[in-house]
T-cell receptor, first 112, second 113 residues
Framework: QQPVQSPQAVILREGEDAVINCSSS?????VHWYRQKHGEAPIFLMI?????EQKGHDKISASFNEKKQQSSLYLTASQLSYSGTYFC?????????????FGTGTRLTVIP | DGGITQSPKYLFRKEGQNVTLSCEQN?????MYWYRQDPGQGLRLIYY???????QKGDIAEGYSVSREKKESFPLTVTSAQKNPTAFYLC????????????FGSGTRLTVV
């Protein structure tokens, strides 16, 4: 039930772009994205509810392919503040509950 | 300011002892969750509660217990039956609607000594 994230880690220079993928073996109701700095609480970034939905704020956006049970997070023109571990959280169809299954995370490091 | 407070931030436990981790929220959220975080394994669900006096087991509930006597509070007890309790524990809350994101606490790092 835990989604699979890729890549596990990525290093970027400031201004470069990155894509983080999240794939589930189960049908999804929604996909959440969170960012966690070391030793801190994960921070909610966005939620995608509908297949084909794309969302974004600032230079971070995401898409949700409901048929493929996949979501991708796009970080463009990366900034030092984007460093951290990104998690996708998935809510499954048919369960009726809002409990999420989280991926193992993608560690993003942005260097000057 | 509304938020979730977890205490203590660091906790040391001797083998064979039970310990209780505190989680309090003032966001008026009905749903609360406990996750365990281990290096390389992401977050795994221990227990969740959508309403007072009701809670459900998650994927790794063995060796843990919870209570939900008040809307604001969802304490987690790590019992001596939990074989490998050393981990980072995160509490979260949300409204019950499935269109809402989670608010997380800052976590408790538990170490068995």
């Amino acid at each position: 039930q835990q989604p699979v994230q890729s890549p596990q880690a990525v290093i970027l220079r400031e201004g470069e772009d990155a894509v983080i993928n999240c794939s589930s073996s189960k049908a999804l109701y929604s996909v959440h994205w969170y960012r966690q700095k070391h030793g801190e609480a994960p921070i909610f970034l966005m939620i995608l509810l509908k297949g084909g939905e794309q969302k974004g704020h600032d230079k971070i956006s995401a898409s949700f392919n409901e048929k493929k049970q996949q979501s991708s997070l796009y970080l463009t023109a990366s900034q030092l503040s984007y460093s951290g571990t990104y998690f996708c959280g998935t809510a499954l169809k048919g369960t009726g509950a809002n409990n999420l299954f989280f991926g193992t995370g993608t560690r993003l490091t942005v260097i000057p | 300011d509304g938020g979730i407070t977890q205490s203590p931030k660091y906790l040391f436990r001797k083998e064979g002892q039970n310990v209780t981790l505190s989680c309090e929220q003032n966001l008026n959220h009905d749903a609360m969750y406990w996750y365990r975080q281990d290096p390389g394994q992401g977050l795994r669900l221990i227990y969740y509660s959508q309403i007072v006096n009701d809670f459900q087991k998650g994927d790794i509930a063995e060796g843990y217990s919870v209570s939900r006597e008040k809307k604001e509070s969802f304490p987690l007890t790590v019992t001596s039956a939990q074989k490998n309790p050393t981990a980072f524990y995160l509490c979260a809350s949300s409204i019950v609607a499935r269109e809402s994101g989670y608010t997380f606490g800052s976590g408790t790092r538990l170490t068995v000594v």
